[in-house]
């Protein structure tokens, strides 16, 4: 089993920054990728980063040039650097984490960012 905790949601003004964190929780598996998603009410959850364990990182069109993504492996952590929010990037963010060897797919709870025009 593997446990995600995200944080770092909040309510800004647009052009304001944050920072979102998950943070993985697990003694038994390697995790192959990790990354963000976004969903708003009454659509599908979206991709917003995702930091696979080789290849390219993958961006969301929308949000291409001000938000970045990192990983700290040894932590099993993963980061979303948002910038220049705009209030189109409201919704709850969803950390996710694949397994290595098995393809499960994890999430976290969510945490909501919610930007003021």
């Known amino acids: 089993q593997v446990q995600l905790v995200e944080s770092g949601g909040g309510l800004v003004q647009a052009g304001e920054s944050l920072r979102l964190s998950c943070t993985a929780s697990?003694?038994?598996?390697?995790?192959?990728?990790m990354g963000w998603y976004r969903q708003v009410p009454g659509k599908e959850r979206e991709l917003v980063a995702l930091?696979?364990?080789?290849?390219?990182?993958t961006y969301a069109d929308a949000i291409k040039g001000r938000f970045t993504i990192s990983r700290n492996r040894a932590h099993n952590a993963v980061y979303l650097q948002m910038n220049s929010l705009k209030p189109e990037d409201t919704g709850t963010y969803f950390c996710?984490?694949?397994?290595?060897?098995?393809?499960?797919?994890?999430w976290g709870q969510g945490t909501q960012v919610t930007v003021s025009s």
């Open positions: 697990t003694s038994r598996f390697t995790l192959r990728a």
């Open positions: 996710n984490a694949v397994v290595a060897g098995y393809g499960t797919v994890f």
């Open positions: 930091f696979p364990s080789g290849g390219t990182i």
